[in-house]
């Protein structure tokens, strides 16, 4: 279950705003390997509500949904019932520490925006990470690909245009990110070979919804994004009346621009990709 985020809440209200980012990344991804793509079992390792298995679920052979939290996964079967009825998709209720799949099953794992929701502990060495990305490797067949999509130390920084208004949010959520070389490292450790990192630059989390200031006065807007989940009752109210105060100044659309300028050219999103060595 997320650390932080109260998805059995949220699962409600998570599909309004949130898109799929980078799912030409994983296609390449899966492309590159020896089989054609409509051969591939897919491992989607925390699934949330389906979005990136909905994308891709006419692409492959067949995708195994996991994820820990049982209304995010209820959203997801919902979106995807013909699909399970014709045998394209299977869900699976399991934290992503310890997969409910045999060993050499999968030809490729997309695990989006997930890995920061483990209550791990940096000091410790990335411990849950560590267990995780094991995982990916037993259920990978030999040549097959891990995908995190992650995001690094500096899109985190700069990467949302409100980041400056939560300025304790975003340090919590710095520390909850395992490193990009940091996580090289484990899947290094997994006998997993790094195949490259990939930013798309013109993606961000909410589409649209993203670049509209008044966002963060709107639960649902909120609830596209957990960084919210963060921000205490005070802070949020100092949030609300600045962007109120811009609003009647006739400021606000020009503040968003301003602060949203790293973001086009760092990305919101990288997406770490490994093969399993063995073919
Ligand atoms: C930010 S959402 C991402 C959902 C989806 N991958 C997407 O990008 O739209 C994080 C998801 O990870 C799930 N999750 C968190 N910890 C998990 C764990 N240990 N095992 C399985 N799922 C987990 C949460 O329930 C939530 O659905």
New binding site residues.
């Given amino acids: 279950?997320?650390g932080y985020e109260d998805?059995t809440r949220v699962s409600d209200l998570y599909d309004e705003t949130?898109k799929?980012i980078g799912v030409e990344i994983i296609l390449g991804c899966l492309a590159s390997g020896s089989r054609p793509l409509s051969e591939l079992v897919l491992l989607d390792a925390?699934?949330?509500?389906g979005?990136?298995s909905r994308a891709l679920v006419s692409q492959v052979a067949r995708i195994e949904a996991?994820?820990?939290?049982p209304g995010?996964l209820a959203k997801a079967r919902a979106k995807l019932q013909p699909e399970a009825s014709a045998g394209r998709i299977g869900f699976h209720q399991?934290?992503?520490?310890a997969l409910p799949l045999k060993g050499e099953s999968v030809d490729g794992v997309m695990v989006?925006?997930?890995l920061h929701?483990?209550n791990d502990d940096p000091a410790a060495g990335w411990p849950l990470v560590r267990e995780a990305v094991a995982e990916f490797a037993r259920v990978l067949r030999p040549g097959g690909v891990l995908m995190v999509n992650i995001c690094s130390q500096q899109q985190i920084t700069h990467g949302w245009w409100y980041l400056p208004l939560i300025p304790e949010a975003a340090e919590e959520m710095r520390r909850r990110h395992v490193p990009i070389d940091t996580l090289q490292g484990v899947i290094n450790a997994c006998r997993l070979s790094h195949a490259g990192c990939f930013v798309p630059l013109d993606g961000v989390m909410q589409g649209q919804y993203y670049f509209n200031g008044r966002g963060p006065l709107d639960e649902r807007w909120r609830a596209g994004d957990?960084i919210w989940a963060m921000v205490d009752e005070d802070r949020l109210e100092t949030v609300k009346a600045k962007i109120r105060a811009l609003d009647e100044a006739g400021a606000l659309e020009e503040f968003v621009r301003e602060h949203d300028g790293r973001r086009r050219q760092i990305g919101q999103f990288t997406f770490v990709c490994a093969r399993k060595v063995g073919q």
């Fill in positions: 279950m997320s998805y949130r799929p925390g699934c949330g509500t979005n990136y996991v994820d820990l939290n995010m399991a934290p992503i520490g989006n925006q997930v929701h483990l957990s």
